[in-house]
Nanobody, 122 residues
């Protein structure tokens, strides 16, 4: 059974940082790309960042470039999203997903985690 389990969300003041984790299990993900999306209340789920599991190539939304860093740890089968210089506009539920296709499109993802809440206060 495939599972993606996010953790690390919380409440932080503007300008602060959080490190999110996504622990993957249940299959081999070496052929996959792992992505982070976020969804704010009343808005669509939007792409944040992704990493190709084997090659380590990274992708970022323009809104988070220079502030967020995605990485992966083979040994722990875990993907991380380091968020810095957080803004109230970053407030959302953050989801981890796995895809064999386009990293930018949520419909192309085969697996999703349950999400972790990030709240940034002003």
């Amino acid at each position: 059974q495939v599972q993606l389990v996010e953790s690390g969300g919380g409440l932080v003041q503007a300008g602060g940082s959080l490190s999110l984790s996504c622990a993957a299990s249940g299959r081999t993900f070496s052929s996959y790309s792992m992505g982070w999306f976020r969804q704010a209340p009343g808005k669509e789920r939007e792409f944040v960042a992704a990493v190709n599991w084997s090659a380590g190539i990274t992708y970022y939304a323009d809104s988070v470039k220079g502030r967020f860093t995605i990485s992966r740890d083979y040994a722990k089968n875990t993907v991380y999203l380091r968020t810095t210089s957080l803004k109230p506009a970053d407030t959302a539920v953050y989801y981890c997903g796995a895809t064999l296709r386009s990293v930018y499109l949520k419909r192309e993802y085969d697996y999703w985690g349950q999400g972790t809440q990030v709240t940034v206060s002003s």
